[in-house]
């Protein structure tokens, strides 16, 4: 039961379970983008249940799904999440979560899947942290839309497995004297 804590301070603590569920759910949604298998892995408790709508199971099976699923999810060059206002009640070693989002990947050339939702989740912490015991996913639409890829104009591109830029952690460009970014 979600309750009205408007006008209460929460303490300390209570504040960073609160930044520890939000940085959870960012990474969880960030290794299904990347293909993580062991990115995802690490976001749930050992005995989850994960239920995504045309995806129901484990911890395991999602990470499957979402990897090696060459009908769906990988067959897109790429998926993208970006997530929205998260609220999380807190009590003791147990938290609800509702998280917005907005969802989009390639299905096919000139077309792009988008959904928008939300995220409702129950926690449970562990000796290694916060992890997603159960997740809900409440589409509020879902649809399929035309989309024109833009020509290339020198940007970095975002991969789905670990030559994603996210993992290079330069300091300083490669190539500085280039005249775009991808040189």
């Keep these: ?3 009205d804590n408007m006008g209460v301070a929460p303490d300390l603590d ?3 379970d609160k930044m520890a569920l939000t940085e959870l759910v960012a990474r969880l949604e960030r290794a ?10 690490s976001c749930y408790s050992e005995k989850s249940f994960d239920d995504h709508g045309r995806f129901r ?3 395991e099976e ?7 699923n060459p009908g769906f999810t990988t067959a897109s060059p790429f998926i ?9 009640e807190v009590d003791g070693d147990e938290a609800y979560g509702e998280s917005y989002f907005w969802y989009a990947m390639q299905v096919q050339e000139g077309k792009l899947y988008q959904s928008i939702g939300r995220y409702l989740d129950y926690f ?6 916060w992890r997603v015991t159960y997740r809900r996913v409440v589409m509020e ?19 789905r497995d670990e030559s994603d830029p996210l993992y290079q952690r330069l300091t300083w460009p490669e190539n500085p004297e280039a005249t775009t970014s991808i040189g």
């Design 1 to 3: 039961m979600w309750s």
């Design 14 to 16: 209570t504040l960073a």
């Design 32 to 41: 299904v983008d990347r293909k993580d298998r062991d990115g995802i892995l």
């Design 57 to 59: 199971g484990g911890r």
């Design 62 to 68: 999602f990470a499957e799904f979402i990897c090696n």
């Design 80 to 88: 993208y999440h970006l997530m929205g206002q998260s609220l999380f």
């Design 124 to 129: 449970q912490r562990s000796e290694d942290g």
């Design 141 to 159: 639409w879902d649809g399929s839309l035309e989309a024109q890829n833009a020509v290339p104009g020198g940007h970095f591109r975002g991969t």
